[in-house]
Structures are given as structure tokens and as C-alpha cells.
């Protein structure tokens, strides 16, 4: 039976991980661990409603635009005050950057935690029952507990982050996360209520066959960019690109391959969010093995200068991003 590497078997729930995870660490308080745990939480609560949302009249437009300009769906709304309701019950969150809204939500000033999330990428294809997801970030706030939180808190990069996530709502729902030590996925089981460990130790391919962009752009993208697409192309690599970040990145970590969204003249720093969307995956990536780069540098590297602040992003296969690297002059 396969082993994870806390020597716990396949179908462990995450209650449990988390504990003997922590166990792992003398030190550890059980903050990070309850954080997880709301997080998750609010990942079934959204699972159901996803599930539902055909049925329950909340597909659809909300009639509102988010700070990034973009038509909030009815369920990114919905994600969005769940999980500020299951943060702010749980007590570990001094502070919430999230793409729903335009500035910090403060929390707890006593606690020592920051998250900075996409409640629901993707969410653009909700109504056409397409799989989505959640993107978290998590770090540890360098200014002392108990006064406000201060930007250094909130502008931290990401190699700063203790901890990274995406839930995705596809076929089964699935939740992954990294405190630094390995990529774990878990399966959400509903009959039970629970995710079950199902993927343990996650490794990114180290190739692959796969390419992942919006070729709709491609006489926007930047000449390297597009030399690399026909490389792609002339290798016989498969195109997929299912037009969500979480479940384009989630097959990439399972099969093997890229997954590009570049800039353009039109969005010369990208379209993808540093905070809660690029640095989360770029964790993730590189901890099990991949890559993550903005064409120049490491994602984990860039220093943010805004909450909201856009980069490219390339992002997979390590010898798949290497290469895409080596058509940059
Ligand atoms: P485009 C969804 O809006 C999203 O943020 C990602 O989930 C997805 O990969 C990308 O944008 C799709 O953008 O411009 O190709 O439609």
C-alpha cells in the first residue's frame, strides 16, 4: 500500500494529515494547521454550491464588476464571503487580499496569518459546467501580532509564503496543498464529508507533451513566444487549454506540460495576479519539481508592488519551461 511520506496510507483524511504533519514539527502551534482546516471547510461549502449552481439560481452574471473590471459571476461573490465568513470564524487571519475586492480585509489583528486568495477563478465558465477553482496563498505576517497590519505584511513574495493551495471543482473535487514539505492532493468525498489523501508527494512531470495557452492571442504574443508555440507544434504536442488556470495547472502536475499566459501589447504585464494566483501556483510547481517564471525571473522572486498587480506567467514541466526560456534572445 502506498505510503505517504509521514507513513500515512492512501485514504487518510486531511483531518488527520494535518495532525500527524504538525506532529512533524515541535514547534508548531496548530495555527497554520486550523487555517488549513477552515480553508477546507470552506472548499466543501463552495463544492455543494458549485454543484448546485445550475438549480439554485445563482449562475449567471452578478450584475457588478470586481477591481479588476471583470463581471463578477454570481458564485465568485458567493465563494468570496464564505471564505471570509470561514477565516474570520476560524480566528487565524490577521489579513485578506482577495480578487473580490479592491482593498486588504482586516481580520484578527491577534493572529499571525495572512491569506491571499482567489475565491473562484475560472468562474466565467461556471455556467457552462466547466471545472473551476480556488487559489490561496499563505503567509506568516512580519509585523508583531496585536497592531495593524502593515503592507510589509501584505506585499511579501513568494518565496515568503508558508503555505500554498487550489481546490479544484471538476469532476471530484480535489484540494492540494504544500506547507513546504511536498505537494499532497486529497479528494473530497461527500458521502462522508471528508478529503481523503489520494495523491500523495505530488511530482510534476519532468517533460511533457502539452501545451497550454490561448492560441486566439497568439499574434499578440511577444516573437519568442511565438517561435516557442511552433516548436510546440512541430514536436506534435498536444494544445489543451480548457481556459481555467486551476484545472489547466492541476493536469499539467499530473501528465506533464505547460501552461502559458503571456503578455501582450494589450496587457503588457499579463492578465494572472501576482499575489493570489501566480506566487500560490508557483509553490506548488516548485515543489514538486516544476517551474515557474514571469519569461525573466522566477515567480517566487518578483517583489509585489500592488495587491492586485498582473505578471505573465509560464509554468509546468521544468524541461518544458527551460525550453520555452531558451527561445528568449
Ligand atoms: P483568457 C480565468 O478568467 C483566468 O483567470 C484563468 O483561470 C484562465 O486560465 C484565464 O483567465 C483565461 O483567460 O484570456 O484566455 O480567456
Request: with cysteine; net charge negative.
Amino acid at each position: 500500500m502506498n505510503k505517504s511520506n509521514l507513513g500515512l496510507p492512501i485514504g487518510t483524511t486531511l483531518d488527520r494529515f494535518i495532525k500527524r504533519n504538525q506532529d512533524e514539527f515541535p514547534y508548531a502551534t496548530g495555527e497554520l494547521s486550523q487555517l488549513v482546516r477552515d480553508i477546507a471547510l470552506a472548499g466543501k461549502i463552495i463544492n455543494r454550491e458549485v454543484n448546485q449552481s445550475g438549480l439554485l439560481d445563482i449562475s449567471g452574471g452578478f450584475g457588478e464588476k470586481n477591481v479588476q473590471g471583470e463581471d463578477q459571476q454570481k458564485l465568485d461573490v458567493i465563494a468570496n464571503i464564505r471564505f471570509i465568513r470561514a477565516l474570520t470564524n476560524g480566528g487565524e487571519v490577521c489579513a485578506i487580499v482577495s480578487e473580490e475586492d479592491e482593498e486588504v480585509i482586516n481580520l484578527n489583528p491577534q493572529s499571525r496569518y495572512v491569506v491571499c486568495m482567489d475565491p473562484l477563478d475560472g468562474s466565467s465558465n461556471i455556467d457552462v459546467n466547466v471545472s473551476i477553482g480556488t487559489i490561496f496563498s499563505i503567509y506568516r505576517r512580519k509585523s508583531p501580532s496585536g497592531g495593524p497590519v502593515q503592507m510589509e505584511d501584505i506585499l511579501q513574495k513568494g518565496s515568503e509564503q508558508v503555505a500554498a493551495g487550489y481546490i479544484l471543482y471538476g469532476s471530484s473535487t480535489m484540494m492540494v496543498y504544500t506547507t513546504g514539505h511536498g505537494v499532497h492532493g486529497f479528494t473530497y468525498e461527500p458521502s462522508l464529508g471528508e478529503y481523503l489523501l489520494s495523491h500523495d508527494i505530488m511530482k510534476c512531470p519532468v517533460d511533457g507533451k502539452i501545451y497550454s495557452v490561448n492560441e486566439g492571442s497568439y499574434n499578440l504574443f511577444d516573437q519568442h513566444v511565438m517561435d516557442y508555440i511552433e516548436y510546440c507544434r512541430g514536436q506534435h504536442y498536444s494544445a489543451r487549454y480548457i481556459g481555467s488556470l486551476v484545472a489547466d495547472f492541476h493536469r499539467n502536475m499530473l501528465k506533464g506540460g505547460i501552461y502559458m499566459y503571456p503578455k501582450t501589447a494589450k496587457a503588457p504585464e499579463g492578465k494572472l495576479r501576482l499575489l493570489y494566483e501566480c506566487n500560490a501556483l508557483a509553490l506548488i510547481a516548485e515543489q514538486a519539481g516544476g517551474r515557474a517564471t514571469d519569461g525573466h525571473q522566477r515567480i517566487l522572486d518578483i517583489e509585489p508592488k500592488a495587491l492586485h498587480q498582473r505578471s505573465p506567467l509560464y509554468i509546468g514541466s521544468k524541461s518544458m519551461v527551460d525550453k520555452m526560456e531558451s527561445f528568449v534572445k
